[in-house]
């Protein structure tokens, strides 16, 4: 585990910043614009199969619209 020191250096909270930038926004994507809020399947097999086709639509989202510019 992480501790609050290792957080609070000025190296830590530029790692963190970053994380901010660029995996924060994919999970606010995949649960505000895609529902994806909990698991509807069980067990491990089948929850990792969803969550790699979520992981997928959001990539080939990603691609479609970074292509068009």
């Not at 501790?3 to 999970?27: A, N, W």
């Not at 069980?42 to 997928?56: D, F, I, P, S």
């Amino acid at each position: 585990m992480l501790s609050i020191s290792k957080i609070d250096s000025p190296m830590g909270r530029h790692i963190y910043s970053q994380r901010l930038g660029t995996v924060e926004p994919v999970f606010g994507n995949l649960e505000s614009n895609k529902g994806l809020n909990r698991f509807t399947l069980r067990g491990k097999t089948k929850v990792n199969a969803q969550w790699l086709m979520y992981c997928m639509v959001h990539a080939i989202e990603k691609i479609a619209t970074q292509g068009q510019q």
